[in-house]
Nanobody, 121 residues
Framework: EVQLQASGGGLVQAGGSLRLSCAAS????????IGWFRQAPGKEREGVLC????????YWPDSVKGRFTISSDNAKNTVYLQMNSLKPEDTAVYYC??????????????WGKGTLVTVSS
């Protein structure tokens, strides 16, 4: 059974940092790309970053470059989203999802439950 679970969200002040975790089971990371998505209140879901099966990091919006990055721990079957210099506009429910090998947003086949990140001024 393929399962994904995002965790690590919370309430932080602007300029602070959080690390989100995406724990996976039922598949091996070496054959999948893991993407992070978010949905802010009143807005549509958008892609944020993705790490493909070759450990290449893809930044989807320019607004997160230099602030967010992804790392993985294959032994734990977990991908991490490190978020620094957080801004109020980063407030959203964050989700992780998996696609076969490549960071193609339309091919994300497996989704986990989201974790809420709230950034206050």
């Amino acid at each position: 059974e393929v399962q994904l679970q995002a965790s690590g969200g919370g309430l932080v002040q602007a300029g602070g940092s959080l690390r989100l975790s995406c724990a996976a089971s039922g598949f091996s990371f070496d054959h999948y790309a893991i993407g992070w998505f978010r949905q802010a209140p009143g807005k549509e879901r958008e892609g944020v970053l993705c790490i493909n099966s070759s450990d290449r990091i893809i930044y989807w919006p320019d607004s997160v470059k230099g602030r967010f990055t992804i790392s993985s721990d294959n032994a734990k079957n977990t991908v991490y989203l490190q978020m620094n210099s957080l801004k109020p506009e980063d407030t959203a429910v964050y989700y992780c999802a998996a696609a076969r090998r490549y960071c193609i947003r339309s091919e994300m086949a497996y989704w986990g439950k989201g974790t809420l990140v709230t950034v206050s001024s």
